[in-house]
């Protein structure tokens, strides 16, 4: 995973966090945050209702959250899974996305979940960080199958201008 430019990255070494991020604007404002974690699951059996129920877990429990508005599956190079999104509330940050995923070839007992929070429905700079994971496999690190500049579908909704 890697930040863009102006995007804090902090490891945290407590809990099922492992990274978080957060953008500022210059007058101090929080543009977003995203928070990497990790879950342990058998994901053999009904893997992607494990993966569709952490990502509605752990939006239904995320501050503010006041109703899911729904779910969609999302896909990476080498992972897949889903993204709860959490009707926006009037807060700084009202927009949120949890995404939980787990690699393709099963090879880990477990997935990750990525939590967005913005102040706009579109934040350039969490697609940037979503398009970058790389998740370990049996084979390796997961990788586009041409190219690692190669182009994905929109992690976040597309919202119109």
Avoid at 57 to 79: C, K, N, Q, Y
Avoid at 127 to 146: D, K, V, Y
């Amino acid at each position: 995973m890697t930040a863009p430019g102006g995007v804090e990255l902090t490891p945290v070494q407590s809990g099922t966090a492992v990274v978080r991020c957060c953008e500022r604007r210059e007058d101090g404002k929080t543009v977003g945050e995203l928070e990497v974690s990790m879950f342990s699951a058998a994901l053999i059996i009904d893997r992607d209702g494990i993966l569709e129920e952490k990502a509605r877990e752990v939006a239904a429990h995320s501050a503010h959250a006041v109703r899911i508005a729904g779910t969609v599956a999302v896909s990476l190079p080498g992972a897949s899974g889903y993204r709860a999104d959490v009707e926006p509330v009037r807060t700084a940050l009202p927009y949120v996305h949890v995404f939980a995923m787990a690699p393709h070839d099963l090879g880990v007992d477990g997935g990750i979940v990525v939590t967005v929070r913005s102040a706009q429905p579109d934040w350039p700079a969490a697609e940037q960080i979503l398009s970058s994971l790389r998740f370990l496999t049996r084979h390796g690190t997961a990788r586009p199958a041409n190219d690692e500049t190669e182009l994905h579908e929109p992690m976040l909704p597309v919202v119109p201008k």
